[in-house]
């Protein structure tokens, strides 16, 4: 059965830092991209970082760069989201994304976490 578990998320200050933790199980974690995604109620859901399956190459939304920073540990079927110099605007449920496929299938699977909700408030 696959599982994405996200943690890490709460109430924190302006300027503040959050790491987020997604845990996988159930598919070859090692062969699937990683992502972070966030949604407020009402609006699209928004790509914020996204990091290759061998945790090479990795990529932010504008709004984020340079304050956030995405990594994986594969052994540990892990992703992170290293938050930094949160700002209020940063304030969403923050969902963990897995896209790949394992080695027998001709398609990709895309799969979800349940979310962990941001706030930065003063």
């Known amino acids: 059965q696959v599982q994405l578990v996200e943690s890490g998320g709460g109430l924190v200050q302006p300027g503040g830092s959050l790491r987020l933790s997604c845990v996988a199980s159930g598919f070859t974690f090692s062969s699937y991209a990683m992502s972070w995604y966030r949604q407020a109620p009402g609006k699209e859901r928004e790509l914020v970082a996204a990091i290759t399956n061998a945790g090479g190459r990795a990529n932010y939304a504008d709004s984020v760069k340079g304050r956030f920073v995405i990594f994986r540990d594969n052994g540990k079927k892990l992703v992170y989201l290293q938050m930094n110099n949160l700002k209020p605007e940063d304030t969403d449920v923050y969902y963990c994304?897995?896209?790949?496929?394992?080695?027998?299938?001709?398609?990709?699977?895309?799969?979800w976490g349940q979310g962990t909700q941001v706030t930065v408030s003063s």
């Open positions: 994304n897995a896209v790949g496929r394992e080695v027998w299938e001709p398609y990709e699977s895309s799969y």
